[in-house]
């Protein structure tokens, strides 16, 4: 199946990447790296080193391109933490390089600091939280005690409760047990927000409106979830198959 080449039109794009090259070291992550990402869950696919989580590094101002802007929402994304706290939530690949506190219910409070509720109210307000989805005895919870799916979702519930405007999951069904990434799915879908998903795992952006196939830091193809994963799933069998054949 041949990519999708053609980049659909959005007028005034929620999230704009503009002629963006980013490199690290002798490394050229993009090279003039083009985007406009306005849809309200969009699915980011491709193999290992193709470049997704470095473009959700961009989008949530962690890194700073050579060339070319990223703009969330219509300002700079290195800016955005400065000037709007809230309003982009990244949940990282590795969540103990996200979670800072040592039990469950701070780590959520944690999230709703932004907004300036006193510490001890949004800690109240992490137990009610825990508490509307069942999970009232995770609140004291050490996050050590936990095992990586657990702290993976204790990830997901911070951002819920803290509730940015664009949510941007780094490999989030990963470390998760099929009940969990269920839930998640869920989750996923109920969200007001705008989500963006990076995933091996084809099958939870399948049904997105938009899926975006990077390879190498290029866009190999971008239309519709079922369109696009089918494509990868193409390739990825081509090249196993050459793989098989030159092992004979």
């Known amino acids: 199946m041949p990519p999708v080449a053609s980049q659909p039109a959005f007028g005034s794009a929620l999230l704009q990447i503009r002629g963006v090259t980013l490199q690290r070291g002798a490394n050229t992550v993009f090279s003039g790296l083009t985007l406009e990402l306005s849809e309200p869950r969009i699915g980011l696919i491709g193999d290992n080193g193709a470049g997704k989580s470095s473009l959700f590094r961009l989008l949530c101002g962690l890194d700073v391109p050579q060339t070319g802007s990223v703009t969330v929402r219509g300002l700079e994304a290195h800016s955005v933490s400065r000037k709007r706290p809230g309003l982009v939530g990244m949940m990282f690949q590795n969540p103990d390089e996200q979670i800072i506190f040592p039990t469950v219910a701070e780590e ?80 996923i879908a109920k969200a007001r927000q705008q989500v963006i998903v990076s995933t091996h795992l084809l099958e939870h952006v399948r049904p997105f409106e938009r899926v975006i196939w990077l390879e190498r830091g290029q866009v190999r193809a971008d239309g519709p979830g079922d369109q696009v994963c089918a494509a990868y799933q193409a390739d990825v069998a081509a090249r196993i198959a050459s793989q098989a054949l030159s092992y004979h």
């Open 108 to 187: 959520l409070a944690l999230g709703l600091s932004p907004s300036g509720m006193p510490r001890r109210e949004a800690i109240a307000q992490a137990r009610l939280f825990l508490a509307s989805r069942n999970l009232a005895h995770w609140a004291d919870s050490a996050i050590g005690a936990l095992s990586h799916g657990q702290r993976q979702h204790v990830c997901w519930l911070a951002l819920m409760i803290a509730s940015p405007e664009l949510l941007l999951l780094d490999e989030p069904f990963a470390s998760l047990d099929q009940p969990g990434q269920a839930l998640l799915g869920m989750d």
